[in-house]
């Protein structure tokens, strides 16, 4: 194709997360944004969306990009075809692994949800309102009540989502986290917003889902340039061509990669691509250090 800028030659795939980074404040793709995209898959770039929501929740920003590749939703434990619908499960947890993380959940009274393949759940009476409209702030609008009971199991279980804000309730966190490792070994606990903590499989992960999809496509990590702002995205940041952080990521995210961007609400993917990808020189493509 003629004309095709250097760095899309180069960084043919983008993957992204989406809350916090690809998505404004508002939950929206800002007309800049969806310009910018769609000249990058214009010029024969593919866009992977990685997020930890489930598939209706990013169908929207899907069908305004007009995807065609698998897309990593549930954090890596189901891959979904835009273009069909058709889902791939990776991982489910084990019932005993959920009867663990529930019991230690609800002794700590700390709120939580199940993730299932295209459904969220909760114990009917032990979820205030406030934090389903939490949910549906990140449209997560897929919340239906079960009934209020411990001795049912709950099934096809993708992961548990349980609200823990990283800054009043640290302690909490930490607490959780040394709980969690020490009863379920196989299971892993990571921050996936300021107010999330998760639990799921320790197969289960971004970087799995991306490496399954670039296997398929026959395309190397290397050349993929991925965004992102909290725990959930550093191991693809660290592993991709370049890795770049929102101005608006945490300290940890920062860290661990060469490159910071604007925030999600100054177009900070839609700028590295067009400042760098599109109009950067060969030398300010060079691949990230280490």
């Known amino acids: 194709m003629p004309n095709v800028p250097l ?10 997360d989406v809350d916090g980074t690809l998505l404004n404040s508002k939950g929206e793709l800002s007309p800049f944004t969806r310009k910018t995209l769609g000249q990058y898959i214009d010029w024969g770039g593919r866009i992977i969306l990685a997020t930890g929501k489930l598939y ?3 169908e929207g ?5 007009s995807l065609k590749d ?8 189901v891959l979904v ?27 700590r009274q700390v709120p939580f949800v199940y993730y299932q393949p295209e459904t969220i759940l909760y114990r009917k009476g032990l979820l205030s309102p406030k934090y389903v409209k939490i949910l549906h702030k990140f449209g997560e609008d897929y919340v239906k009540p079960i009934k209020a009971d411990f001795s049912e199991n709950v099934t096809d279980v993708i992961k548990i989502l349980s609200f823990v804000a990283n800054v009043a309730e640290l302690e909490i966190e930490k607490e959780l986290r040394k709980m969690i490792s020490q009863a379920c070994p196989g299971i892993r606990v990571i921050r996936t917003t300021s107010r999330y903590l ?3 499989n320790r197969d289960v992960s971004k970087i799995h889902g991306l490496e399954r999809i670039l296997g398929e496509l026959g395309v190397g990590i290397e050349l993929v340039v991925a965004f992102g702002d909290e725990e959930n995205d550093i191991e693809i940041l660290k592993s991709a061509g370049i890795g770049v952080a929102m101005e608006n990521a945490s ?14 609400d100054e177009d900070g993917v839609a700028r590295f691509l067009s400042n760098f990808i599109f109009h950067g020189s060969p030398d300010s493509l060079s691949l990230k250090e280490g």
């Open 81 to 107: 075809d835009p273009t069909t619908g058709k889902k791939q499960v990776s991982s489910c947890l084990g019932a005993l692994e959920v009867k663990h993380i529930e019991t230690i959940l609800n002794e």
């Open 61 to 65: 920003a899907c069908q305004e990009l």
């Open 7 to 16: 760095g899309v030659k180069r960084f043919p795939v983008m993957v992204t």
């Open 70 to 77: 698998w897309q990593i939703t549930g954090n890596g434990a």
């Open 251 to 264: 300290l940890r995210v920062k860290r661990a990669v060469s490159y910071v961007t604007n925030s999600n």
């Open 56 to 58: 209706a929740s990013i």
């Open 198 to 200: 998760e639990y799921m």
